[in-house]
């Protein structure tokens, strides 16, 4: 079974900062994908990013870029340049065969 | 293109009754995932559909079934009704089977059982 740790419930950063979250996971799993989502509070899930296990180099998307560490099963996500938009909760996720496995979140507050 | 849509969006229902939920897909989608999300357990795998069969399934009792139609829409189903099975339900379509597929969430259906 796989499971997905993140251990900041909560971050702060100000508009126009770069805010870091954290997540690690747990597989024996040789090929996987990992994927950061993005709830805000109209409960949409919105796919922020995904990395592909076997792929070496970090996957970045405008403003998000991650940070995956195979051996050590880290997998953060980088958001630079913040926005008032981009509060909401994140989501860290481990899929195998179709079945995402989801972290506890982490709820992020933009400042101006 | 149209996104995933969930019916009902909100759903009251008393302990020992039954409930249906529908999932329509993203045209031209073929796999449905659903999951439940509450405060305390978070976001947990249900099942998925893959042209009509189920092809995974995560840790619920029996009372949580589901099945796909040949226009892939799914509906999930929860049988004799608990106050714990209150949560947001969410389903999730992607072209095919497989992680490599991305999963497209719908506005989930918003459950509670008094």
């Known amino acids: 079974a796989q499971t997905v740790t993140q251990s900041q419930p909560e971050m702060s950063v100000q508009e126009a900062e770069t805010v870091t979250l954290s997540c690690t996971y747990d597989?024996?799993?040789?090929?996987?994908?990992l994927f950061w989502y993005k709830q805000p509070p109209s409960r949409q899930m919105i796919l922020v990013i995904r990395?592909?296990?076997?792929?070496?180099q970090n996957a970045t998307e405008n403003r998000f870029s991650v940070n995956f560490q195979k051996a050590a099963k880290s997998f953060s996500l980088k958001i630079s340049d913040s926005q008032l938009g981009d509060a909401a909760m994140y989501f860290c996720?481990?899929?195998?065969?179709?079945?995402?496995?989801f972290g506890t979140g982490t709820r992020l507050q933009v400042t101006l | 293109k149209a996104g995933v849509t969930q019916t009902p969006r909100y759903l009251i229902k008393t302990r020992g009754q039954q409930v249906t939920l529908s999932c329509s897909p993203i045209?031209?989608?073929?796999?449905v995932s659903w999951y439940q999300q509450t405060p305390g357990q978070g976001l947990q795998f249900l099942f998925e559909?893959?042209?009509?069969?189920?092809?995974n399934k995560g840790n619920f009792p029996g009372r949580f079934s589901g099945r796909q139609f040949s226009n892939s829409r799914s509906e999930m189903n929860v049988s004799t009704l608990e106050l714990g099975d209150s949560a947001l339900y969410l389903c999730?379509?992607?072209?095919?089977?497989?992680?490599?597929?991305?999963?497209?969430f719908g506005p989930g259906t918003r459950l509670t059982v008094t």
């Open positions: 559909y893959f042209s009509e069969t189920q092809r």
């Open positions: 999730a379509s992607s072209l095919a089977s497989g992680s490599s597929y991305e999963q497209y």
């Open positions: 990395q592909e296990a076997y792929k070496q």
């Open positions: 045209s031209g989608h073929r796999s």
């Open positions: 996720a481990f899929g195998t065969a179709s079945k995402l496995t």
């Open positions: 597989t024996s799993e040789s090929d996987y994908y």
